[in-house]
């Protein structure tokens, strides 16, 4: 089983900094990763897959970069909307695992 | 839009059994792999199970394989997950989800139903 770790577990950010979110594989997963972003009470919406293409209806100020085994999400500008929990997952084989998450809070 | 709408769950004893149900629309059921993706109290996504278009092959986690069985019918544009022996540990809320796009399956998902909760405890 493919290990996802994803650092930090939390993340204090005042709006309108950048964010860069890590996310580690134990082997490498090629380009099949994709980042989640969910919300307190809400299921997780897809932001980003096959690494780096945004999904649907995903701001521009998400962008996601990485290969192999190291990754990262970049927030370009933090809105208000953005705080939230994101969560990676490699697509690589099977099992599809997630990482442990990492917690965007307000400063 | 579409939807997912997830049902079945509750609070159920350990060793017994339970069904969810998912009923999806606004696209074409048959056409997109399904997958149960669940989330203890406080904890990360962990994905269960997945199942593509056509039913014909499936897949599941260790820690539900025997145990937790995934199907659809694509003619009521329903997916399910029948959970026998169920262990306190696989209590969390259980989200149906919606591989990326048509055929596939592609392994990422874009759209998730709104999760129903099981609770294990005698």
């Known amino acids: 089983e493919i290990v996802m770790t994803q650092s930090p577990a939390t993340l204090s950010v005042s709006p309108g900094e950048r964010v860069t979110l890590s996310c580690r594989a134990s082997q490498s997963v090629s380009s099949h990763l994709g980042w989640y972003q969910q919300k307190p009470g809400q299921a997780p919406r897809l932001l980003i897959y096959?690494?780096?293409t945004r999904a649907t209806g995903i701001p521009d100020r998400f962008s996601g970069s990485g290969s192999g085994t190291d990754f990262t999400l970049t927030i370009s500008s933090l809105q208000s909307e953005d705080f939230a929990v994101y969560y990676c997952q490699h697509y690589n084989q099977w099992p599809l695992t997630f990482g442990g998450g990492t917690k965007v809070e307000i400063k | 839009q579409v939807q997912l709408v997830e049902s079945g769950g509750g609070v159920v004893q350990p060793g017994r059994s339970l069904r969810l149900s998912c009923a999806g629309s606004?696209?074409?059921?048959?056409?997109?792999?399904m997958c149960w993706v669940r989330q203890a109290p406080g904890k990360g996504l962990e994905w269960v199970a997945l199942i593509t278009y056509d039913g014909k092959n499936k897949y599941s986690a260790d820690s539900v394989m025997g145990r937790f069985t995934i199907s659809r019918d694509n003619s009521k544009n329903t997916l399910y997950l029948q959970m026998d022996s169920l262990r306190v540990e696989d209590t969390a809320v259980y989200y149906c989800?919606?591989?990326?796009?048509?055929?596939?399956?592609?392994?990422?998902?874009?759209?998730w139903g709104q999760g129903t909760l099981v609770t294990v405890s005698s």
């Open positions: 096959g690494a780096s």
């Open positions: 989800a919606r591989d990326f796009a048509p055929g596939g399956p592609h392994y990422y998902f874009e759209n």
């Open positions: 606004g696209f074409t059921f048959s056409s997109h792999a």
